[in-house]
């Protein structure tokens, strides 16, 4: 019953989010904004509105190992899988405005979560934790990349509005947004509590779990957006789509995770956190080079997500 539950959880999130965020591009496609400016926004946070519920419900369960495992497991899983497999389906254009300021935006934001988990090292606590004074830091710089956002928003309103985009009722999108938006915290609360009985029966750390059910299952929004965006040949939107995720995962989930609750941080979380570091170094190298992520490139980031996986489970389970 308990597998049933979490099924019905990721479902719910799936579609929860699958709504919310059509009914968000809808929006902002009514307000002029640009495909690329509405994937690192309303697509960005619609996608990672899984994540926000699962991690923020964990915190407030006192479950920080899953609220922080599944933050970084899902900007693992987003930029190695999700990207290369949208590569692979149809190679990913990257803006020249994504490389020079949205992928160092997101490498900062990576490094700056780094520092604030190193208490004993940096500042000589008895334990590493994210504390609600950290995350205070990491959403005041959430508001900084808002305000860069909406700066760019204001200078990069589109001339028309799309034509679909006005034949539905505002009454009803709003709507389905909002309905998008409890079925994501239903599924939420569903996923935090079949993941930890899950833990519970196999023995396993509530960090393992939130590092690999839980931040695949809330990731599948993201693949499944990004995938049909690059068939669709909208690749600015995908990769603006997993930039903004990964941004919105560590500045507004864990910061508001950690103020709900401090989190403990497992020695062993920090290898994650350099993979985190890691994988958007080699995104950035990947862009710049061609301004595209091209096939070959998309199955290396898939295949080294494979090596990742197979060290996590039978080297630390």
């Not at 990576?110 to 590493?128: A, E, R, V, W």
């Not at 931040?215 to 690059?230: D, Q, W, Y």
């Not at 995104?283 to 490139?297: A, N, P, V």
Request: glycine share 8%; with cysteine; aromatic share 10%.
């Amino acid at each position: 019953m308990i597998y049933i539950l979490l099924v019905i959880g990721f479902i719910l999130l799936i579609k929860g989010a699958d709504y919310f965020v059509e009914g968000a591009v809808y929006i902002a496609k009514l307000l002029k904004i640009s495909p690329m400016l509405i994937g690192l926004t309303i697509v960005a946070f619609g996608t990672s509105s899984p994540e926000a519920a699962v991690s923020i419900r964990a915190a407030m369960k006192g479950m920080g190992g899953i609220a922080l495992g599944n933050a970084i497991g899902s900007n693992l899983f987003n930029i190695s899988v999700v990207v290369g497999i949208t590569a692979i389906v149809n190679p990913l254009k990257v803006e020249r405005e994504t490389v020079r300021k949205e992928i160092p935006f997101t490498f900062l934001s990576s490094i700056l979560l780094l520092l604030l988990m190193m208490d004993i090292k940096l500042q000589g606590f008895y334990k590493n934790q994210l504390t609600r004074g950290d995350g205070l830091v990491l959403l005041s710089f959430f508001i900084i990349f808002m305000y860069y956002l909406f700066e760019v928003a204001r200078n990069n309103r589109e001339k028309n509005i799309e034509e679909d985009a006005v034949n539905i009722s505002m009454g009803k999108k709003l709507f389905f947004t909002l309905g998008g938006f409890v079925a994501i915290l239903v599924g939420g609360e569903l996923v935090v509590r079949s993941s930890t009985k899950i833990a519970t029966d196999f023995g396993i750390s509530e960090t393992l779990v939130g590092l690999t059910i839980a931040a695949i299952g809330t990731s599948l929004p993201e693949m499944i957006t990004c995938i049909t965006a690059a068939a669709k040949k909208h690749s600015d939107l995908a990769v603006g789509n997993i930039v903004g995720s990964n941004i919105f995962n560590i500045l507004f989930v864990l910061g508001t995770s950690s103020i709900v609750s401090p989190i403990s941080v497992e020695e062993k979380l920090f290898v994650d956190v350099l993979f985190m570091i890691g994988y958007t170094s080699i995104l950035f190298i990947f862009s710049k080079t061609h301004h595209q992520i091209t096939r070959m490139e998309g199955s290396i980031l898939f295949l080294s997500y494979i090596v990742y996986m197979v060290y996590i489970i039978w080297l630390r389970s």
